[in-house]
């Protein structure tokens, strides 16, 4: 494991499928290259922390979502944004296990974090 970390903000959803898929393709990818990974889902991408949401975006050539959201959940970190979720109406027990909900002051913790870098899609 490198001391490096990636912070990656996700905020599309089901209305834009390559967009939301590279966000986790990504965390996957510096996932296999031992790079600790923090994704987090705001705006749309919040269903995504949810059971059977990822199974509902479907992408021709790309990786499965609903096995890249597994391999965060193992490997990384998985958040869903505080306010995303009230407005949404999602709280923590409706969450797949290892997925949590923080605000922007966790956010901002961990992009300032030496060694860290971070990518919105």
Same mark, same amino acid.
């Not at 990384?76 to 995303?84: A, K, S």
């Given at each position: 494991?490198?001391?490096?970390?990636?912070?990656?903000?996700?905020?599309?959803?089901?209305?834009?499928?390559?967009?939301?898929?590279?966000?986790?393709?990504?965390?996957?990818?510096?996932?296999?290259?031992?790079?600790?990974?923090?994704?987090?889902?705001?705006?749309?991408?919040?269903?995504?922390?949810?059971?059977?949401?990822?199974?509902? @975006?479907?992408?021709?050539?790309? *990786?499965?979502?609903?096995?890249? =959201? $597994?391999? %965060?959940? #193992?490997? &990384?970190?998985?958040?869903?944004?505080?306010?995303?979720?009230?407005?949404?109406?999602?709280?923590?027990?409706?969450? @797949?296990?290892?997925?949590?909900? *923080?605000?922007?002051?966790?956010? =901002? $913790?961990? %992009?300032? #974090?030496? &060694?860290?870098?971070?990518?919105?899609?």
């Amino acid at each position: 494991m490198t001391s490096q970390t990636l912070v990656i903000k996700s905020t599309a959803g089901l209305s834009a499928p390559e967009t939301t898929n590279q966000a986790f393709t990504v965390a996957a990818a510096a996932i296999a290259a031992g790079v600790r990974v923090s994704v987090w889902l705001t705006g749309d991408s919040a269903w995504f922390g949810l059971p059977g949401r990822a199974a509902e @975006l479907e992408l021709e050539h790309a *990786a499965v979502l609903a096995d890249l =959201v $597994e391999l %965060i959940i #193992a490997e &990384g970190q998985l958040t869903v944004c505080t306010q995303c979720a009230v407005r949404r109406g999602i709280e923590q027990e409706h969450l @797949l296990p290892g997925v949590r909900i *923080a605000g922007a002051p966790k956010f =901002v $913790e961990e %992009i300032m #974090a030496p &060694g860290t870098q971070a990518l919105v899609y």
